[in-house]
């Protein structure tokens, strides 16, 4: 049974920093790309990084650019979302997920999310 958990997130000023993790069990997890999501109220599911299960390639939604880092430990099976230079226009439920492919924004499963929320 597929499980990713979230965890890290919280209440951060504009400008502030918070780091998400995704513990993953019940797959293998270096076998599969995997990405962050978002979803603000009253909006759909929006797709923020993923990152290559092959060379650890990135890549990011533009808004987030040069702000968040995606990153893997597969020892641990673990997959971080380093977020820096916070907007309240983050302010969002953050999901791991497993993708279906790196170059794709689907997914196959997600987590139950973790809510991050920035203050102006």
């Known amino acids: 049974q597929v499980q990713l958990v979230e965890s890290g997130g919280g209440l951060v000023q504009s400008g502030g920093s918070m780091r998400l993790s995704c513990t993953a069990s019940?797959?293998?997890?270096?076998?599969?790309?995997m990405t962050w999501l978002r979803q603000s109220p009253g909006k759909g599911l929006e797709w923020v990084s993923s990152?290559?299960?092959?060379?650890?390639?990135?890549r990011y939604l533009d808004s987030v650019k040069g702000r968040f880092t995606i990153s893997r430990a597969n020892a641990e099976s673990t997959l971080y979302l380093q977020m820096n230079g916070l907007k309240p226009e983050d302010s969002a439920v953050y999901y791991c997920?497993?993708?279906?492919?790196?170059?794709?924004?689907?997914?196959?499963?997600r987590g139950q999310g973790t809510q991050v929320t920035v203050s102006s």
């Open positions: 997920a497993r993708s279906a492919s790196y170059y794709t924004n689907n997914y196959l499963d």
């Open positions: 019940g797959f293998t997890f270096s076998s599969y790309d």
């Open positions: 990152i290559s299960r092959k060379d650890g390639s990135t």
